[in-house]
């Protein structure tokens, strides 16, 4: 008796290892943050964890529809001014209320922090003014209509003025500035490794379905899958195409989640100087700069196979491109198709361009940033062989690649980017002229510029009305795409999470894995 007491008490605790488990849940993510400074970097990456600890005044949801955050709502009184109205029930980790000030701090500070490589400057120039109407009450008032002001500020994680004055970003990879209103505390995060965080008991909004999270950087693609079979993590993203397939199909152990991205997997094009560093002649010698001229650029777009990309490296897990964003987004054209593959209207525009027997050139890209990217990039080699250039290939690791397309050093690039959530924001900062004084420009690696498409774009960016906007924002973008190939579109991707049964994931457009939108699977 005793003994079958004994047993069945054993059972039982063993029974209890995996409920009391599910209060903490382990992700494997493709990469961590390259800070803890929420403002240090306009990445998705830094944003997705930035958003754990941290909050914007209005937040995007899994469509990157706004919701209230710190703001119960944020909206235009004036063409110039907008009113935000706190919640009261928001605090920081330390117990204490946001106020204007913190308001404030965090927009002045947002777009100026030493040495970021992606500055938030974009999201915060327009402002003038932060001032505070009454306790609950705030005006911001910009220098010009800005219509996407709300979307901007959805990017931006609001920091405290008392932690954050002073502090740099040192101060937050360290953990010291870490005070935020989010829905968990921050715990523990050194470069390369896990990030822990806690549930904040105190969060003024729905409380995680997990006490502790643990974000594990799993690079490579095949290792975070391996993860997950052997219940390592409970959750993993960025799926290669053929796992996900398997897992979708083994409901007995795993669930998924997937959701169209709004990222647009493009080549950047160095249309600007007249040497560029991988552009070269067949024989080496140092030569004009071919990409300046929008016949080579359409060639080179005509040259590309979108459909076999698609169906073959991404495994039917993408959808071909023609435009900046995926159909139905803002500011998208219906009519707007892919490049066709077209290799003999490709030779003639090279040939009529001057380049009949081509020229070299290297194709450069990350190797642990999207999926499939290197193969994507090898593919894209091979067709340009076959148009007659002479092509090479050079892939970097993530932060490598990012530091050096930051620095210019490329002459053709593979990236992604994401408009928020308008097109308009693909123009702003992809296409438009390079220009510090305006914060326009700031993600434009190719340097492409164009007087006439920069005044559309500055139109459409101060226009409050929705359709006209629509109207410009598809003006520019087909001059861009069509006319001028300023960038290369190839394709956008289909994010997908997967994760042991008994867990839950919100799919989103936006490719951010947050441990909030993780849950449980109902019994």
């Known amino acids: 008796m005793i003994r079958t007491l004994r047993a069945a008490l054993l059972g039982t605790a063993l029974l209890a290892g995996p409920v009391a488990a599910q209060e903490n849940i382990r992700i494997g993510v493709e990469a961590g943050p390259t800070s803890l400074d929420p403002h240090f970097a306009s990445l998705i990456t830094n944003i997705a964890f930035a958003r754990h600890v941290f909050q914007p005044l209005m937040e995007q949801d899994a469509t990157q529809n706004l919701r ?9 009184v004036e063409e110039l001014v907008w009113e935000v109205k706190l919640d009261p029930a928001a605090r920081f980790h330390d117990g204490s209320p946001v106020t204007a000030e913190d308001i404030a701090f965090t927009i002045a500070r947002a777009g100026d922090v030493p040495n970021s490589p992606s500055s938030f400057r974009y999201a915060t120039r327009p402002i003038a003014a932060v001032e505070a109407v009454d306790a609950s009450t705030i005006r911001i008032r910009t220098n010009q209509p800005t219509p996407l002001l709300p979307n901007f500020l959805a990017l931006v994680m609001i920091v405290s003025k008392k ?50 999270v643990e974000f594990r950087p799993i690079a490579n693609t095949g290792a975070r899958v391996a993860a997950l079979q052997a219940g390592d993590v409970d959750m993993i993203e960025i799926v290669p195409p053929d796992h996900f397939a398997r897992f979708k ?66 495994q039917g897990q993408a959808l071909a491109a023609g435009d900046l964003g995926p159909p139905g987004y803002f500011g998208t054209s219906p009519d707007l198709r892919p490049t066709p593959f077209d290799l003999d209207q490709a030779k003639r525009l090279l040939a009529e361009a001057g380049f009949p027997d081509g020229f070299a050139v290297q194709i450069n890209g990350p190797n642990d940033r999207y999926i499939n990217d290197e193969q994507v990039v090898q593919a894209i080699a091979q067709m340009w062989t076959r148009l ?45 002229s390079w220009n510090t004084t305006l914060g326009l420009g700031t993600a434009n690696r190719g340097r492409f510029s164009n007087a006439e498409i920069d005044a559309i774009i500055q139109r459409a960016r101060t226009t409050i009305d929705d359709d006209q906007r629509r109207t410009l924002t598809q003006q520019a973008t087909r001059m861009a795409l069509v006319d001028q190939t300023a960038l290369i579109p190839l394709f956008f991707p289909v994010n997908t999470w997967a994760m042991r049964r008994g867990f839950t994931y919100e799919a989103r457009t936006d490719e951010m894995t947050l441990a909030f939108s993780a849950g449980r699977a109902a019994r």
């Not at 992604?416 to 296409?431: A, K, W």
């Open 68 to 76: 209230p955050a710190i703001a119960l709502s944020l909206r235009a």
């Open 163 to 212: 932690h954050g004055e002073g502090a740099s970003t040192a101060d937050y990879n360290a953990g010291r500035a870490m005070i935020g209103t989010g829905p968990f505390r921050h715990v523990s995060w050194q470069p390369g490794s896990p990030v822990v965080m806690e549930r904040n008991p105190a969060f003024a909004g729905a409380a995680p379905a997990f006490q502790r």
């Open 249 to 314: 199909a083994e409901t007995a152990r795993y669930a998924t989640a997937e959701s169209p991205s709004n990222r647009l997997i493009f080549l950047t094009l160095d249309s600007d100087r007249e040497d560029s560093p991988h552009i070269r002649g067949r024989d080496g010698a140092r030569i004009a700069n071919p990409l300046r001229d929008p016949r080579v650029r359409r060639a080179l777009s005509l040259a590309i196979n979108r459909d076999a990309i698609v169906s073959r490296i991404m």
């Open 388 to 432: 007659g250039l002479a092509t090479t290939v050079e892939t970097k690791t993530r932060s490598m690649w990012l530091s050096e397309a930051a620095q210019l050093r490329y002459s053709v690039n593979l990236a992604g980017f994401s408009p928020n959530p308008e097109l308009l924001g693909m123009l702003e900062t992809q296409i438009h």
